[in-house]
């Protein structure tokens, strides 16, 4: 019995955590002392006016309204959400057709690739999509193959969501060019976009590197001694995508797979130079499924089936989506965000510069818990860091960088980020050997992003 209750613990449902997390908001609006900041709109991008906080009506949020916050979270992500799910269909096109099969069983074949090299080499990737092209949730119908890769490799699920979801994660944390974080804080500082770009590369390389001297670190340990993984008393067979030996790659799988490189290919560009969003990623893919189809000779009626059948598979993790975001919605009917932005601000006035900047770093940190959105995170805090910044001597260039650093390094530990959420519920990871697995290196990366705050305020850091 005692035991039963201990794996429950650790298994808490994603969707339970964020509706406490809703209700824990709901309550908390009764009691808060009310106030906001001025908004004002400018070049058509709305900031807060730093020095207009005021007493505002309190306006707690009624059982009703605690409840509405869930199906308008589902329609404020609707495009991503669907984006998921359309593309999560598309793969399983690839992996009934045994394409992604194929495309395994051939590089476990390639001889002198040992599987410490075909990790590092995905995490690698995982970490380019994430650190240079700043995608996050974009990323997620993908993650399944390669927790099966690394199961089939003799690893573990943990590995899996490690080398995919978490390296992209924390790549996006440092991303010299996000446009979520790093776009929306130059434009509400007025510094030239993407400027400060060298330290913001260096600083990723750093935290690359040590997450994946982490990551190889605990695949060798656990491939040595099954026991040791922290998900051993999980049941992950069904994670692993059935891959016959008899299952070749001939000419129609490499060209099914040119076709999923060249969707690839085209989305990134799309996104880079033409204004994309979710819509039109989830068209590039879903043509792409169409084709792949095609090619090996799929009928009309079983491309579709296969499309909802992955649809199907994706759609727990796509409303995580929009249950995440109504946390942040009830905090804002709740008037509990520039209450919270506030308080924290007003501890730093009176700090030396050094003390501020870790501060900031500090503050975005927690803040992140209850405002998972990059781009609204920085909406909300970076008009208070900015004034407060100009007043200290600090650069605004390093204001930004601690905001990015708070902002991004907390995704990969707060529950309440709902793609985090996403990776360990499909890899079947339990909050409480995550936390095992990733406390100490999140140790490690605060003293690395001090230090890296530290450098910024010796060399001036900016332009401004």
Same mark, same amino acid.
């Given at each position: ?34 106030? =906001? ?59 009934? /057709?045994?394409?992604? =099969? ?108 040590? *997450? ?6 605990? #695949? ?71 084709? %792949?189809? %095609? ?22 993790? #796509? ?12 905090? /804002? #009917? ?8 506030? *308080? ?7 700090? *030396?510069?050094? =003390? ?59 529950? /309440? ?48």
């Amino acid at each position: 019995m005692k035991k039963e209750k201990k794996k429950f613990s650790g298994n808490l449902n994603p969707f339970l955590v964020l509706m406490v997390m809703v209700l824990i908001c709901t309550v908390v609006s009764y009691f808060v002392v009310p106030g =906001a900041y001025d908004r004002e709109t400018v070049n058509g991008v709305t900031r807060v006016v730093a020095d207009s906080y005021h007493s505002v009506e309190r306006t707690p949020v009624s059982l009703f309204q605690m409840a509405l916050t869930v199906p308008q979270g589902l329609a404020a992500t609707a495009a991503m959400m669907f984006a998921v799910m359309i593309i999560g269909g598309v793969v399983e096109i690839f992996n009934k /057709t045994g394409v992604i =099969a194929a495309g395994i069983n051939s590089v476990l074949k390639i001889k002198g690739l040992n599987s410490q090299v075909v990790i590092s080499i995905v995490m690698i990737m995982f970490f380019f999509i994430g650190g240079i092209l700043g995608w996050s949730e974009h990323i997620i119908p993908f993650v399944p193959i390669v927790i099966s890769l690394a199961l089939s490799l003799g690893y573990d699920s943990l590995v899996g969501m490690a080398i995919s979801g978490f390296a992209c994660l924390i790549a996006f944390a440092v991303a010299p060019f996000n446009p979520f974080t790093v776009g929306t804080s130059h434009t509400i500082a007025e510094l030239p976009m993407y400027s400060g770009w060298q330290l913001r590369i260096v600083a990723l390389g750093f935290v690359c590197a040590l *997450s994946l001297f982490w990551v190889l670190r605990y #695949a060798k340990k656990i491939k040595a001694d099954p026991s040791k993984s922290l998900v051993a008393d999980v049941d992950t067979s069904s994670l692993q995508i059935d891959m016959p030996e008899d299952v070749k790659m001939d000419g129609v799988k490499i060209a099914s797979l040119l076709v999923l490189a060249v969707a690839f290919a085209f989305t990134i560009y799309g996104m880079l130079n033409l204004g994309w969003s979710y819509p039109e990623m989830s068209a590039v893919f879903l043509m792409a499924g169409v084709v %792949a189809a %095609a090619l090996n000779r799929v009928s009309p009626t079983d491309t579709v089936n296969m499309i909802l059948d992955g649809m199907r598979g994706a759609m727990a993790g #796509a409303l995580i989506i929009g249950a995440a975001r109504a946390v942040q919605l009830t905090m /804002t #009917a709740g008037g509990l965000i520039d209450p919270l932005v506030h *308080s924290l601000s007003g501890l730093l006035n009176n700090a *030396s510069a050094f =003390a501020t900047t870790v501060g900031m770093f500090v503050m975005n940190f927690f803040i992140n818990a209850l405002i998972p959105s990059g781009s609204g995170q920085a909406t909300a805090v970076m008009p208070i860091m900015v004034p407060l910044a100009d007043m200290l001597g600090i650069t605004r260039q390093t204001a930004v960088l601690a905001f990015q650093f708070g902002d991004g390094i907390s995704n990969t530990f707060w529950f /309440t980020n709902g793609t985090l959420l996403i990776y360990l519920g499909l890899a079947k990871v339990p909050l409480k050997s995550w936390y095992k697995f990733i406390l100490p290196l999140h140790g490690l990366f605060v003293i690395l992003q001090v230090v890296f705050l530290f450098i910024a305020l010796q060399i001036g850091y900016g332009p401004m």
